[in-house]
């Protein structure tokens, strides 16, 4: 078992450096991290467009429900156009959660099951989940990362991994007639963060949340108006309960 505690004192100085290092601005047209500093990011291909997802296990990616019919994964990607060393995974078997509900956007959750174990290198490591994950208090700092694109609307991804400092807004103000309008609702499986200036945008699906530098979420939903203020980006809490779930699917497969 790779060194969780030493990986996790590396992510959390990665995440405060990419904090710092954000001043406020988006993924959209946002922050480049550096090169190959978050080694545990997969970029997914599948029939549908691109997603992305976190390598959590030699084997093992973690990823949105909604990220339909992935075939690829392609991990030490940092430059999609030029990086040629990356390793190419097939997808052997997707773990939807058992409980995704597309209309209602609950359980936007996935186990993507390679078809052979990744090699780690100095650009490819996977991130070991934690036993549990606390939930974000209103107007926490957490950052977010992907290839999605730049600006509302655009037809293609960014080239190269980028990251932003994102906003936790309080479920209950997220559920007003300012935001969401309890359509869909965002429930306690869910984790409201952005603001008009940092935001996921398409593409970023599937993606990471960090918080205090722990996985927290993983990027599930927002409007095609990236950036809006009224609809900042929704992710996938990784509750207890869904912990349990992704560790009962590895196990038992």
Known sequence: MYCLGCFCVFISCVVLLIVQSSDGSEI?????????????????EGNKGNCGGILIDQAWVLTAAHCDKI??????????????KKQIQKVKKSFPHPCFDA???????????????????????????????????DRSICVVAGWGATK???KQMS???RSVNVTVIDRVKCNSRAY??????????????????ADTCQGDSGGPLFCNGVLTGITSFGPKECGNKAHPGVYAFLSDKQLQWIKKTMTQN
């Open 180 to 197: 969401y309008n309890l359509k869909p609702v965002i429930t306690s499986s869910m984790i409201c963060a952005g603001s008009e200036t």
């Open 159 to 161: 080239d190269v991994l």
């Open 28 to 44: 959209i047209g946002g922050n480049e991290v550096q090169p190959h500093s978050l080694p545990f990011m997969a970029l997914l």
């Open 103 to 137: 209309k209602d956007k609950v359980n936007d959750l996935m186990l993507l099951k390679l078809n052979k174990n990744v090699k780690k290198t100095e650009t490819v490591n996977w991130l070991k989940l934690v036993n549990a994950v606390k939930d974000p208090a």
């Open 71 to 84: 075939k690829n994964v392609l991990l030490g990607v940092h430059s999609i156009s030029r990086d040629k």
């Open 152 to 154: 509302s609307n655009a």
